[in-house]
């Protein structure tokens, strides 16, 4: 396994487990496999409506000694309603009792989206908060202190833009550590990880197998299949490894981390295998070319008429 290193030392293995779509009933057992064959990262969230059964299976790991606490990375995300300051210490104790931790490894304001609190996916503008009302710096002042307060060690953003970055940090003074995107070779975002290199935020990718269990009305007409790509398969091919194992695999080798989901035991070992594969700056090349700038996570959700959120102003630097 190779890891990233946050400036205090604390290192958070490359390949972890995402659990979004995995559904009560089997996420226990996924969780469970996991950690048996050798699985220490997870990424989680309060919206996924799975951190109890994820809980148990943490607690009873530990219990049946199979692993320790510390040897875990856990990352959890603020959903979006609630990012006024004062609500996200009790967000975070909601979720630290459901996964029964005493503290994350790494919490993340899970959009830069806010939302009424008695509203968990919008279907209407009243339904948002305009970020002109509750800024994204006051939810980042909140992450600040759950991290002072070592309920979280590490404390980072998901689906934020450099300028939303840039915005945080310049009236804060406190850095994200960690920002979570969308991230597959068909969505490199090269610039993003430019500027998250130069100021020491690492990435981490999701849908880096191109989420193709995400729900339906979310999966666009044509749109490119990852798993179909003739220079990705072909170059799997050569490398004598899957198509899955190929593309985490790259992400894991460009020094990103990367969460792919599964249930299944057999894709559970596969993925977590494909971070010891090895690339060469020629297979590296091979997959640079292979970018497209394509978004399967659209985030056009938000975009409800009348509303002040656009994708625009959600991306800023574009797709
Ligand atoms: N911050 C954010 O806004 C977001 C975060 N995420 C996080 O990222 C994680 C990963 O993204 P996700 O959207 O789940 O999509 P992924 O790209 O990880 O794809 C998951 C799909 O791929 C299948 N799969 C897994 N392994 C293999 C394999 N080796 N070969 C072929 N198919 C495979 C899974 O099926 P099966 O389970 O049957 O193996 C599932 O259908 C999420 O679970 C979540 O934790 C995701 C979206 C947004
Ligand atoms: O993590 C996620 C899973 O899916 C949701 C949409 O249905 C996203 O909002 C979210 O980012």
Request: proline letters at 5%.
């Amino acid at each position: 396994m190779k890891y990233i290193k946050y400036s205090n030392g604390d290192l958070m293995p490359s390949l972890g487990l995402g659990t979004w779509k995995s559904a009560p009933g089997e996420v226990y057992k996924a969780v469970r496999e996991a950690i048996a064959i050798g699985y220490r990262h997870f990424d989680c969230a309060h919206l996924y409506n799975n951190e109890p059964e994820i809980g148990q299976a943490f607690a009873d790991a530990m219990t049946a000694g199979e692993v320790k606490r510390e040897e875990l990375w856990i990352t959890s995300k603020l959903w979006n309603n609630r990012h006024r300051k004062e609500q996200v210490q009790p967000a975070l104790e909601l979720t630290l009792k459901n996964l029964r931790l005493d503290y994350l490894d790494l919490y993340l304001i899970h959009w830069p989206i806010a939302l009424r609190e008695d509203v968990t996916f919008p279907t209407k503008a009243d339904e948002m908060l305009s970020l002109n009302v509750t800024p994204l710096t006051e939810t980042w002042e909140g992450m600040i202190a759950v991290q002072e307060m070592d309920m979280a060690l590490h404390i980072g953003t998901s689906n934020f833009s450099i300028k939303k970055i840039k915005e945080l940090t310049e009236v804060t003074g406190v850095k994200p550590e960690n920002n979570q995107v969308e991230m597959h070779p068909f969505l490199q975002q090269n610039a993003l990880k430019s500027f998250c290199d130069a100021e020491g935020i690492s990435l981490t990718g999701y849908a880096p197998l191109g989420s193709a269990d995400r729900p339906a009305n979310r999966i666009m007409e044509g749109e490119p299949k990852l798993f179909d790509n003739k220079v990705i398969k072909d170059l799997a091919e050569s490398k004598g490894c899957s198509v899955a194992q190929l593309m985490l695999a790259w992400a894991v080798s460009r020094g990103t981390c990367t969460i792919p989901k599964s249930v299944n035991p057999a894709r559970l070992k596969e993925n977590l295998e494909a971070a010891d594969i090895e690339l060469s700056e020629a297979d590296l090349a091979q997959m640079a070319a292979v970018n497209m700038n394509y978004r399967y996570i659209k985030g056009d959700f938000w975009c409800l008429p009348g509303s002040d959120y656009t994708l625009e102003n959600l991306w800023d630097e574009g797709v």
